[in-house]
């Protein structure tokens, strides 16, 4: 059974049963029976298909938001913006599939030699409940016109959303069997990667559910892409537009209640303007507006679960006894739900989880370098490579550290980090391999096949 909570009150607000074995091998062979056929498919019929699931996703937007919200505590205005995000994302490979597939010709000693970018099969899609909606769009959408088939293991917190996703796409037109969301447990995620007809892997999650699903994956030969989150550092330099980067930053640490994979989260700034931040990131953080996420002047709503409340307080907690300075909230918020109020850290240092851990929270550690090779040294000193920004008014010189000297998958220049369907996504280090978005996340789970004509 999995049940959709509301985070904002901790009430239940409805039960789903889950999938047995004999119905989990049955959406099996559904998905690949409908690959043997959707793979054929011409892609303007897959891209009309693609529009029509964007339409639908406009057209039901005001309750795909609140169901967002009430099963995850987004606040409603993040919850909409999310879905047009879906949308968007659905019509740029409903446009630019064709391109991002065509055949490469290459010269060769043949008559004719070129490579043809072809689906695998049915992929396994594990993914986490902070972006219910964009997290699978992001990798359905280029999937689908790539003509692979997709059975989807959503997080059991978000089951409404899960089947509300396979209702889109149902509505959009799509074959049986092309989408399927499975309500199940985690412990059937094994039987589901070791299936033959199972040809790839994707999981958005924790590092050490991403260690788990790349070792099954690896004993079966099976392709995975893995992003795992990260501790994504800001550097805020002597010559930074100071007002400009404290409110981009606690717009970036506060994006989605604190619960995003490249989200801001440890702000490293340069000792001329330490001071001069320092209170202006106070001030831009203290503006959230705390409360129910379904009012439209909400700006952060609760974490999504009562667990994941108590390990952030516990990692403030522990970085306060190893000498990190509470400048602003630490403490949790009284009442219903499951709320954490914006937090400031100062005077973080190696040893505390607040250096090394990541804070899937509105909690901000903010550190003191005394030039660029030191900042440089604490961006870099992380296991996770997701995302990092840099603030300053000098572009070439901001240019310079994200091109050559910031060790992530998206480096951001006066601007928070943040994912673009036109753009590759994805991490190093702990934060995962492979990418999503743009050509490179439409070719990842295909087989550039060579053809040779003598």
């Known amino acids: 059974m999995q049940q959709a909570i509301d985070p904002a009150t901790g009430d239940t607000i409805s039960s789903y049963e889950e999938l047995g074995n004999k119905m989990l091998n049955k959406a099996i062979v559904a998905a690949d029976t409908a690959y043997q056929d959707w793979q054929l498919v011409a892609l303007d019929e897959k891209a009309r298909k693609l529009r029509n699931a964007a339409r639908v996703l406009e057209e039901e937007k005001e309750a795909l938001s609140m169901l967002i919200t009430r099963e995850m505590g987004k606040p409603i205005k993040a919850a909409q913006a999310e879905i047009e995000k879906c949308a968007w994302t659905c019509l740029y490979y409903a446009q630019n599939a064709e391109r991002f597939l065509r055949d490469e010709f290459v010269v060769t000693d043949a008559a004719k030699s070129y490579i043809a970018y072809r689906p695998i099969g049915p992929l396994l899609a594990i993914m986490p409940w902070n972006f219910p909606f964009w997290q699978v769009f992001r990798f359905a959408a280029p999937n689908l016109m790539a003509g692979n088939t997709i059975l989807l293991k959503h997080a059991p917190n978000v089951p409404g959303c899960a089947l509300a996703i396979a209702s889109i796409f149902e509505k959009a037109g799509y074959p049986k069997g092309v989408f399927n969301s499975l309500l199940i447990p985690q412990k059937k995620v094994k039987r589901l990667i070791k299936n033959r007809l199972v040809r790839g892997v994707t999981l958005t999650g924790s590092v050490g559910a991403g260690r788990a699903v790349a070792a099954e994956a690896g004993k079966a030969l099976k392709k995975t892409v893995l992003e795992l989150g990260g501790s994504d550092p800001y550097l805020i330099l002597e010559d930074a537009d100071i007002a400009k980067a404290a409110r981009t930053c606690a717009q970036s640490r506060l994006l989605n209640n604190g619960q995003s994979c490249i989200g801001a989260k ?10 001069d931040f320092l209170d202006a990131f106070r001030a831009e953080m203290g503006k959230a507006v705390l409360g129910d996420p379904l009012e439209q002047q909400t700006t952060l709503g609760p974490l999504a679960r009562a667990d994941l409340r108590e390990q952030l307080h516990s990692q403030v907690k522990q970085s306060r006894k190893k000498g990190a300075k509470i400048i602003l909230g630490g403490k949790k918020a009284k009442g219903k739900g499951y709320y954490y109020p914006p937090t400031i850290l100062a005077g973080v240092q190696r040893g505390m989880p607040a250096y090394h851990e990541e804070l899937f929270g509105p909690v901000a550690s903010v550190m003191k370098a005394q030039n660029e090779r030191e900042a440089v040294r604490l961006a870099n000193d992380t296991l996770f490579g997701l995302g ?15 091109r050559e000297h910031l060790q992530a998958g998206s480096c951001f220049v006066n601007e928070m980090v943040k994912s673009d369907p036109r753009l590759p996504f994805g991490g190093i280090k702990n934060s995962g391999y492979g990418r999503e978005l743009s050509h490179y996340g439409l070719r990842e789970f295909t087989n550039p096949k060579t053809v040779y004509i003598e």
């Open 266 to 275: 440890r702000f490293i700034v340069l000792e001329p303007v330490y001071k």
């Open 388 to 402: 990092a920004g840099i603030f300053t008014q000098d572009l070439e010189r901001g240019e310079r550290l994200a």
